[in-house]
């Protein structure tokens, strides 16, 4: 069993940055892909930004590269995801995700509550 809880949403301005993280409970944090999607009211939830095990790679989303930066911490069990330069469409519910068998599936087995992020103009 995996229990995922994230942190660090906010209100924050254009242009603005904000940090959240993600603490996964679980045995071999190492081998989990993990990562991020979000959900904005009325839309589809999307992938944003994540770590795959089995191919030891990190994606992002073309919407967010160049403004995002995902970080993985092995020793303290957790995910961060910097975001700098944030936009109003970057408003939403943002979720952690991870599969501890460490595939390529972005279907995540396991996710946290999410954290509110709003971006107003």
């Known amino acids: 069993q995996v229990q995922l809880v994230e942190s660090g949403g906010g209100v924050v301005q254009t242009g603005g940055s904000l940090r959240l993280s993600c603490v996964a409970s679980g045995r071999s944090f190492r081998r989990y892909s993990i990562g991020w999607f979000r959900q904005a009211p009325g839309k589809e939830r999307e992938f944003v930004a994540g770590?795959?095990?089995?191919?030891?790679?990190?994606r992002y989303a073309n919407s967010v590269k160049g403004r995002f930066t995902f970080v993985k911490d092995d020793a303290k069990n957790t995910v961060f995801l910097q975001m700098n330069n944030l936009k109003p469409e970057d408003t939403a519910t943002y979720y952690c995700?991870?599969?501890?068998?460490?595939?390529?599936?972005?279907?995540?087995?396991?996710w946290g509550p999410g954290t509110q992020v709003t971006v107003f103009a």
């Open positions: 995700g991870a599969d501890p068998d460490g595939s390529t599936s972005l279907n995540y087995p396991y």
């Open positions: 770590y795959n095990w089995a191919g030891g790679t990190t």
